[in-house]
């Protein structure tokens, strides 16, 4: 089921990712479309990259709310 509220592109299986794991995804993407030419799947690919940036960085939020 995914998060439609801010991201289509990352579901409820991903929240069960760590920061650094969403890092990690974040950057592969983000590699993986630089090496495509411009077109609708390199535009894909650099919007699931965002999405895991942003859940990334609300891991880390929720992290720091909670110590």
Known sequence: RCLSDWSSDVCSSDLALTVEECDLLADTLSDDAAALPVGSKKEELLKLARSYRILAQMK?????AMN
């Open 60 to 64: 880390r939020l929720v992290l720091r």
